[in-house]
């Protein structure tokens, strides 16, 4: 499989630096044009042996410029039917490099998206990223279940909360009102009941914006 090489743009890598706080080099490649240039290698990729594809996803990970993490989650992505429990463990060793909240969220949809065809392995999926000292992994663990609706374990998401609450991390107090927000859109009088509760005001603003 020939291998993708995104284009330099300067001043468009210097614009996405800057929004991203000068964390990692960008090559200066806008989503749509990314896409558009991934989708052929995407479409490639399924027909991949899954080692190989693997292989491939440490490649593009390791590489300097800020995109070429973004292709290798999308590559993960594209092929999650393919995937089991245990090559998602394996790559907890990527999704634990190079974090920032632009790939732990990317990351977060993979297994959301797993969990989501494995509901009986949810709890050893939460597993992974409960009780981390990374405290981007444990961003995972409390929005592993965003869009979830009815099928949310609301045990889990009490369990994934009450670990973090009074932590003053603002990327987890973040992610403590995104869950709830989103959970708010199906049960809306649970919610309410855990914002009586102690939360950060952070978190309590973030979870009531839709009650």
């Known amino acids: 499989m020939e291998l993708l090489v995104f284009p330099k743009n300067e001043e468009k890598a210097q614009w996405m630096e800057n ?24 479409a490639q990729s399924k027909e991949m042996p899954v080692p190989e594809l693997l292989a491939l996803v440490s490649y ?15 590559l993960v992505q594209n092929n999650i039917d393919r995937l089991t429990f245990t090559e ?13 909240w632009d790939s732990i969220d990317s990351w977060r949809k993979v297994y959301s998206t797993w969990c989501k065809k494995h509901m ?3 709890m050893a999926v939460y597993q992974l990223f409960a009780g981390q000292e990374d405290f ?3 961003r995972i663990a409390i929005t592993l279940q965003l869009g979830f609706k009815e099928e949310t374990d609301k045990d889990l998401l ?4 009450e670990a ?27 919610v309410k009941k855990q914002l009586a509760g102690e939360l950060s005001k952070l978190a309590t603003r973030e979870a009531g914006k839709y009650l």
């Not at 200066?28 to 995407?42: C, D, H, I, S, Y």
């Not at 410029?65 to 290798?72: S, T």
């Not at 990527?94 to 920032?100: F, I, M, N, Q, R």
């Not at 009490?158 to 909360?161: E, H, K, R």
Request: proline letters at 4%; glycine letters at 4%; charged letters at 25%.
């Open 164 to 190: 973090n609450r009074l932590t003053n991390e603002f990327f987890i107090q973040k992610a403590i009102g995104w869950a709830l927000r989103d959970y708010s859109k199906t049960n809306a009088d649970w």
């Open 60 to 74: 593009y990970y390791g590489q300097i410029e800020r995109e070429y993490q973004y292709f290798a989650i999308d």
């Open 19 to 42: 929004y991203m706080k000068n964390h990692f080099p960008f090559a200066g490649v806008p989503k749509p044009e990314r896409a558009k240039l991934q989708q052929p290698f995407l």
């Open 158 to 161: 009490v369990q994934a909360i």
């Open 88 to 100: 998602l463990e394996m790559m907890l060793e990527l999704v634990g490099t190079k974090e920032w």
């Open 120 to 122: 009986e392995q949810r």
């Open 136 to 138: 981007w992994l444990r």
